[in-house]
C-alpha cells in the first residue's frame, strides 16, 4: 500500500502487479464502499489473469475516514493527481484502463480524456438515485471518447444503461451489489485484450 499526496489529500494505492505487464487497470471504490468490495476484487484477479496489473485506489475522504464522499470535482481532482502519479511510477509506459464500481465508475468516466485511458471498465454504473430515471448519468456513460465495458445486476435499482458502438453492456444477477463474479471476471478477461 503507497500513500500518494492529491490537492483532496493524501489517497492510498494497493498495487496488485504482474511480470511483464501488458497494461494497467485504475480502479475506484463506490461512495460508501472500500476497495475490499467482491466486484472489485474479482476485477482485480480477472485483469491479472490477462496479464495487466491493476492499481486499486482509496480515495482521500475515505483515508481520512469519512464514509460521505467529497463532490465530484474534488474526486475527479484527486483521481486524475493518482492516475498521473502511477503513470510516472508503477504504471509508466503502460496503456492504462481507468474504472471503478458505483461512484468511482462515474468519476472514471468523466477523467477519461483527462488521464489518457485506453478503455474504461464500470462495474455497477449508477445510471440514476433509485426511483428517480429523470435524473440520469447516461451523458456521462455516453461521453467516455474510448471504449468502454459496464457490468450491470440485472435488477440494479440504479437503473440499466444504454450501450453504443463504443460502450459494452454485460448483465449479471444481482442488484447493485453484482452476484455471479464468475461471470464478472469473465466479461473483464475478454473485453481487456481488444484493448491492445
Known sequence: MTEVETPRGPARVHLHPVDGAVGGVVLGHGAGGGVTARDLVAATGAANDAGWSVALVEQPYRVAGRKSPAPAPQLDEAWTAVVAWLREHELA???LV??????GARVACRTAEAVGATGVLCLAFPVHPPGRPEKTRQPELDA????ALVVQGESDPFGMPVGSDTCTVVTVRGNHSLGEMGKV???IRDWLPGLL
Open 185 to 187: 471476471a469473465d466479461a
Open 98 to 103: 481507468s474504472g471503478g464500481r458505483s461512484a
Open 144 to 147: 467516455v471518447g474510448v471504449p
Open 93 to 95: 509506459g503502460l496503456p
